[in-house]
């Protein structure tokens, strides 16, 4: 960030740049995405900035929020729009004009107040169409400031910068970008089907999946009365936090305990954690199916633990013909908790609470199960009647 601003005390913005940045959208898919966006973003400030009144225009390749000044909180706003997925990064503006003089003036302005040293003038066009040339503008805006405010350029290390933007017939100045998200906006892939235990993992692969478009809708498996309640109340709470990308999400509850009761008094320690598993994909799937959604989203990560070796993800998989998608598949568990941390999880994650399948797992569970050995396990149970119980047990709540 250019810091070099922040410290500007009067300055009143009237409008926010928004730039999304995945390139090869044309056409219909470009109007749907942008669309999309454009909803996210309003949604955001409206229920995070109560008070704020905005609109958002679409512009080609942007779109522009137009801040009606009265009781805006930019502050509140800037928050808002960091946790927009599909933004690549939005900038606080001033309009100008595309006419040099005015845009002299303004650029005047946006140095004024601020502490520096070195600068730069970074104009940038919609297209050839525009009557001033980006080079036009750097040197005579850069110039007008070195004359009039005895500041020298540094086109590579600037302390302050001037970004010029002009398309249609418009032209802003602003002098920072913030990162948004990237990705995608939430909304335009589909939906998931998320299974959300009470740990570190799963809830950022569950971002990863919003962060990629998909609306994803929580599947958590409780064991409730052998547990206390507190993982369905954290998974609620990390639920809650993920809706800063999501707004507002569906949580599906499921009673594991008289699955898990048959697999303990029935099979082999060993392969019990992977049989959980499968009945949680099994469920997982029967609930996709209701929800019209195209895939299962987990929080395993390639021999993280000893359920997560390549032949028993293939084991556990085969009870469904529905993509499983595994976002986390190749991050190491410190690249998995500095996400938890910048999406605001860990905290609710690192709470202890008594995990399902943590319950009665024996010392050295199998690692290299095969499909057909947890078949012939689940030759002892009654699968078929444990798993409608599983679905007719599910509640599901509106989490916003
Ligand atoms: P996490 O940190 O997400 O709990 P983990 O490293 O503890 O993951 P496992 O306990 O092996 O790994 O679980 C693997 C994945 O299975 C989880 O990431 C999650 O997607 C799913 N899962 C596990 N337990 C539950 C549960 N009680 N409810 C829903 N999904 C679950
Ligand atoms: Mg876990």
Do not use: W
Not at 282 to 303: C, D, F, M, P, Y
């Amino acid at each position: 960030h250019n810091t070099v601003h922040k410290k500007i005390p009067g300055m009143k913005f009237d409008h926010i740049l928004c730039h999304y940045s995945e390139i090869g959208l044309k056409g219909k898919n470009r109007r749907f995405f942008e669309d999309r966006l454009r909803k996210n973003i309003l949604e955001a400030i409206k229920i995070r900035c109560v008070d704020s009144s905005v609109s958002v225009k679409r512009y080609h390749g942007r779109l522009v929020i137009e801040l009606k000044q009265k009781g805006v909180d930019l502050d509140c706003i800037k928050e808002a729009l960091t946790d927009v997925t599909g933004l690549a990064y939005f900038a606080p503006a001033f309009e100008s004009k595309q006419d040099l003089n005015i845009l002299k003036k303004d650029a005047h302005a946006l140095f004024s107040d601020a502490n520096f040293e070195s600068f730069r003038i970074t104009a940038r066009r919609g297209s050839s169409n525009i009557p001033l040339k980006v080079r036009t503008v750097n040197d005579e805006v850069g110039t007008h400031i070195v004359d009039t405010m005895n500041k020298k350029v540094n086109l590579t290390q600037p302390d302050a910068n001037c970004y010029v933007d002009m398309f249609e017939d418009k032209a802003f100045v602003y002098p920072e970008r913030i990162p948004g998200q990237g990705g995608l906006p939430v909304g335009v892939s589909g939906k998931v089907i998320a299974m959300l235990s009470g740990g570190i993992d799963s809830p950022v692969a569950a971002y990863m999946a919003m962060k990629r478009g998909a609306t994803v809708i929580f599947v958590h498996f409780h064991s409730v009365p052998y547990t206390t309640p507190a993982s369905i109340e954290k998974v609620r709470e990390m639920i809650t936090t993920l809706n800063h990308f999501q707004f507002r999400s569906k949580l599906y509850l499921v009673e594991l305990a008289p699955i898990q009761k048959q697999i303990m008094t029935e099979t082999t320690p060993r392969y019990r954690v992977l049989l959980y598993r499968r009945f949680m994909f099994r469920i997982a799937e029967q609930i996709a199916g209701k929800e019209n959604a195209h895939a299962l989203v987990t929080g395993e990560s390639l021999g993280q633990v000893a359920s997560q070796t390549l032949e028993n993800m293939e084991a556990v998989g085969r009870v469904t013909d529905m993509s499983i998608l595994r976002p986390l598949i190749g991050f190491d568990k410190q690249e998995i908790i500095d996400r938890a941390q910048d999406i605001g999880t860990y905290d609710i994650s690192i709470q202890p609470d008594q995990d399902c399948c943590s319950l009665f797992v024996p010392k050295r569970p199998a690692t290299k199960a095969r499909s057909e050995q947890l078949i012939k396990q689940e030759d002892l149970l009654n699968v078929k009647q444990l798993v409608e119980a599983g679905v007719a047990s599910a509640s599901f709540e509106i989490i916003d």
